[in-house]
């Protein structure tokens, strides 16, 4: 009677089995391999340095936002209220301050145009270890990732296209002027040394960290909204990585 039991019930145990087995099947298919992780992660990137170079390089990006705006840099910021409030530093130096805020701003926007192949190259440097301890990282981790082992060689492939972005703004025309009146009346402004700024390399530091802090927005909008994920790659990475959290 038992083996009559058993026999007529092995056809519905396979097909629970089965069943099983098929759950268990499409239960995987959802956790993404290492390959895939390195694979989303990377697209993720690359969409976020394409959409932040894309927003910072137009007019105004910089010089018409508060708060990637570059300023004069802090030696002449410092004095810059005294420049304004002496009527002969004010004629020889305050006509050219806002100009050449105005032509370091245009030289940053300019050379965003150029960021794009750099840290595209970057990102497809990143390895599959990098990338599943990336994963779970939390807001900005591949950012942090890229910023952290990259910045170096950025700032230097960087610096050459600021330069150029710089020069086609004539900023020098501005800058010197600023530095010889400054350094010229520095008593007068309360300096015990001479100005010495480094303006491309001023320009391009400070370009690189809104560049950054461009890419870590674009990455966390992918992270925290599923509409982001446009690809299936990025929908099954990071789909996965909500469920880890």
């Known amino acids: ?17 089965d069943f099983l087995s098929t759950v268990a099947s499409t239960a995987g298919s959802f956790i993404p391999s290492e390959s895939e992780v390195a694979s989303g992660l990377k697209e993720a990137l690359v969409k976020g340095v394409s959409k932040g170079t894309g927003l910072l390089n137009v007019k105004d990006a910089f010089l018409g936002d508060a708060v990637r705006k570059i300023l004069l840099p802090p030696e002449v910021r410092n004095v810059e209220s005294k420049i304004r409030s002496s009527a002969l530093l004010n004629a020889l130096i305050g ?23 750099i840290f595209k190259s970057a990102v497809m440097g990143m390895s599959i270890t990098d990338a599943m301890g ?3 990282g939390g807001n900005g981790s591949a950012t942090n ?32 002027p600023i530095v010889t009146n400054v350094n010229k009346y520095k008593g007068l402004l309360g300096l ?26 674009q990455e966390n909008a992918i992270r925290e909204n599923p509409v982001e994920r446009t690809t299936a790659i990025l929908k099954k990475v990071f789909d996965y990585a909500d469920t880890t959290k």
Not at 1 to 17: D, I, T
Not at 152 to 165: D, G, N, V, Y
């Open 145 to 176: 990732y890229l910023e952290k082992t990259t910045t170096s060689s950025l700032m230097s492939a960087f610096k050459p296209e600021i330069q150029k972005a710089l020069d086609a703004v004539k900023v020098m025309d501005y800058w010197k």
């Open 95 to 117: 006509g050219t301050l806002d100009e050449c805020v105005t032509a370091m701003n245009r030289g940053a926007e300019n050379a965003m145009g150029k960021a794009m192949p």
């Open 192 to 217: 015990d040394k001479d100005i010495n700024t480094d303006l491309n390399q001023y320009v391009t530091e400070k370009a690189t960290t809104a560049l950054f802090s461009e890419i870590r927005t």
């Open 1 to 17: 009677m038992r083996k009559l039991l058993f026999v007529a019930a092995l056809p519905f145990l396979l097909s629970g089995c």
């Open 134 to 136: 990336i994963l779970k």
